[in-house]
Antibody, heavy 121, light 110 residues
Framework: QVQLVESGGGVVQPGRSLRLSCAAS????????MHWVRQAPGKGLEWVAV????????YYADSVKGRFTISRDNAKNTQYLQMNSLRAEDTAVYYC??????????????WGKGTTVTVSS | SSELTQDPAVSVALGQTVRITCQGD??????ASWYQQKPGQAPVLVIY???NRPSGIPDRFSGSSSGNTASLTITGAQAEDEADYYC?????????????FGTGTKVTVL
């Protein structure tokens, strides 16, 4: 079935970098915009970034703008999140999600299980 | 960025009806989608595009909206509906595309 699998999480010191990956399978990856959404421990969901289907357009939450970069490789059916200058407040489970459209409305219809990022010295 | 506000927690008796609301300015321009999240699991889409359910979501879940408020209703709540629920929409503030999630509502089935 349609699947998204995140990887790349771990423990990292403040100020360092980490790159997350999200591998897609069982659907035509290049036809869909893709999102990253995160959830800090005990907190709610926070939208992080979105990349258009062809990778030409990228948008970010204010909390990560200038530090995080979203990208994708349609040949590899994979999207990425490069996270630089990490802070303690970036500690969260990071989810990859597919954007779908219906009747002019967009929504996130497929989610991965998430990968955990812990920023700590 | 704008905000979407939800009640932190609601409770419902087994088999009864509960409505979860989501308020925010962006909902005047964009429809909300709704997500269910159980402990330790990824979110699952339950309502999209006004009042549509993905395959596999029971028809006891329904959505509606009016003005700046979107609602998710569970009619005949079951024990397995106990979870956190989040609304989401595009953010209408600012010049660049962005999205916003609601603050989340914890639903307890008694």
């Amino acid at each position: 079935q349609v699947q998204l699998v995140e990887s790349g999480g771990g423990v990292v010191q403040p100020g360092r970098s980490l790159r997350l990956s999200c591998a897609a399978s069982k659907f035509t990856f290049s036809r869909y915009a893709m999102h990253w959404v995160r959830q800090a421990p005990g907190k709610g969901l926070e939208w992080v970034a979105v990349v258009s289907d062809d990778g030409s357009n990228k948008y970010y939450a204010d909390s990560v703008k200038g530090r995080f970069t979203i990208s994708r490789d349609n040949a590899k059916n994979t999207q990425y999140l490069q996270m630089n200058s990490l802070r303690a407040e970036d500690t969260a489970v990071y989810y990859c999600a597919r954007e779908a459209w219906s009747g002019g409305y967009n929504y996130m219809d497929v989610w991965g299980k998430g990968t955990t990022v812990t920023v700590s010295s | 960025s704008s905000e979407l506000t939800q009640d932190p927690a609601v409770s419902v008796a087994l088999g009864q009806t509960v409505r979860i609301t989501c308020q925010g300015d962006s909902l005047r321009s964009y429809h909300a989608s709704w997500y269910q999240q159980k402990p330790g699991q990824a979110p699952v889409l339950v309502i999209y595009a006004k009042n549509n359910r993905p395959s596999g979501i029971p028809d006891r879940f329904s959505g509606s909206s009016s003005g700046n408020t979107a609602s998710l209703t569970i009619t005949g709540a079951q024990a397995e509906d106990e979870a956190d629920y989040y609304c989401n929409s595009r953010d209408s503030s600012g010049n660049l595309l962005s999205y916003v999630f609601g603050t989340g509502t914890k639903v307890t089935v008694l």
